[in-house]
């Protein structure tokens, strides 16, 4: 059978497809992804299409020939002379037609034949799935039986758990009592401070720090009150639980109850401190004659209201700028410093680093990053629209082949080249080729081609 088409599947990265049937004219070539026509290609000879954008990793491509059969290639007419070409032509035009009218046909009898096969195994399923449906309709019914008992069961198991809990609550309550009466009952050994707990202490050892300073940090120590702090005033009792390998707090109290109040030579010191006050005072005349009056005041010295109106507040001086963030949050005076808006002469060369691009399907290119580029091509590539782009930037880019060669790169239409004309780059293995840009706005980036630079 004659070749009316080629098919391949998409990788993500490839953008170029030969094919290897003949055709009358260009638009005979058709061209689908996953059983959908595109037009998004071009092609780059006569037997090879481009896609502008490669096609996805696992879509069906499709390239095939629709002759034209809508007239003749050629028309004669009474007492023209008749060419060989043009016969040529007509016949071949018959043939196309009459080669792809057959791969039409094949495919629509094999897709029937398909369809016929997967309506008997249909109809095998459905039969299946009836006998199925009666089977489950027979174990529901033994389900609902069995939820049924199962539904008795979960109420006798929830009045079980609540008797359960009433037990657990009760026997709780016997656990704290039966632990405040062994805190009662133990045998506590004084120690001077915290630092004198054992180190290795055996089950059931108690004990009293007479100076509980810092014994909120010491472990292992459980059962400690939430914000209790040690103090060389306060006792604090513990004992040690081999079971759980810690100490566990019992209790705290006044070292010396006695020290909370005043003794009778305090007493005495502080009424005779109260009655020596009376030798001290001032009396009014004394006061008005030495020192300053309210009306004084008001008359000879600044008023809230006058420093208020006069003289900047402590929350004004908040929004000036302080000396000492001069240099570090605040750019310091500097006569060589450049302005973006006045004409500027340059006494020591500008230059900017190159922005390495990622090599991708498509390449993508941010100009707010830098003027100058560069990229070595692993594949066919395409030159995406930029992002971030100003009219009047201007810059290269550095396209390289990589240690391959032969790689090809499309452009977005974006990009536009002297008589419109998109270039080829140099396909030497690690060979080297500019792209020289200006940008006129958003849409248009001129480009001129420097090709091979050795």
Known sequence: MAVTQNTYTGNGSTVLYSFTFPYLETTDIKVSLDGTITTAYTLANATTIQFNTAPANGVAIRIYRVTDDAALAAQFYPGSAIRSQDLNDNF???????????????????????????????????????????SASSTASSAASSAASAVSTANAASASAASAVSTANSANTTASTALSA????????????????PGSPTN????????????????????????FVGDSGLSVEIYYSGT????????????????????????????????????QKLDVTTAASTYLTQSNASSTYLTQSNAASTYQTQAGMSSYVPTSAIGTTVQSYDADTAKTDVAQTFTAAQRGAYVTLTDAATIATDMSLGNQFQVTLGGNRTLGAPTNVVAG??????VVQDGTG?????????????????????????????????????TRIAVRFIGDVK
């Open 92 to 134: 071949t035009q018959n043939l196309y037609v009459t080669q792809e009218a057959n791969r039409d046909s094949t495919s629509a009898l094999s897709t029937a034949s398909t369809a016929a096969t997967n309506a008997t195994t249909a109809i095998s399923t459905a039969n299946a799935a009836s006998a199925t449906a009666a």
């Open 182 to 197: 062994v805190s009662e009952a133990l045998s506590y050994t004084p120690v001077a401070n915290v630092a004198a707990i």
């Open 204 to 227: 059931g050892d108690a004990i009293r720090v007479l100076n509980s300073t810092g014994i909120q940090s010491f472990t292992p120590l459980s059962g400690i009150p939430g914000g």
């Open 244 to 279: 759980s390998s810690t100490w566990v707090w019992s209790r705290y109290f006044p070292t010396d109850p006695e020290s909370r109040y005043a003794s009778g030579a305090d007493m005495t010191q502080a009424q005779s401190d109260i009655l020596g006050l009376d030798t």
């Open 393 to 398: 930037q201007s810059g290269v880019i550095r």
């Open 406 to 442: 032969s790689r090809t790169l499309a452009y977005n239409s974006v990009f536009k080249f002297p008589g419109g004309t998109a270039p080829t780059l140099t396909t030497t293995a690690n060979a080297v080729d500019l792209l020289a840009y200006h940008v006129e706005s958003t």
